[in-house]
């Protein structure tokens, strides 16, 4: 299978925002794939922070490390589980 435009499998990271999953876990204790889903979802900060469990100002944070990713990202980006 060719590789996808969002996931580079030899790094485990999402190419449109050069980051990788491990980072963001290790940066703030947060599963990428599940903050990615609730910002796909078009959900607010506030309803992701209440829905993974973390304060609101560090969902701003993760955004800004993200590069502002919005819900444009779509809900089919792959994920490299």
Known sequence: ??????TDNRKGSLSKIDVSASQ????????L???LDAVSLG?????????????????KK??????NISSEIGINFKKNI
């Open 1 to 6: 299978m060719g590789r996808s435009n969002m």
């Open 62 to 67: 993760i955004r800004e490390r993200l590069g």
């Open 33 to 35: 794939y599940l903050f």
């Open 24 to 31: 963001i876990k290790k940066e703030f204790g947060v599963d």
């Open 43 to 59: 959900l607010r900060d506030d309803e992701i922070a209440d829905l993974i469990g973390i304060d609101f100002d560090k969902v």
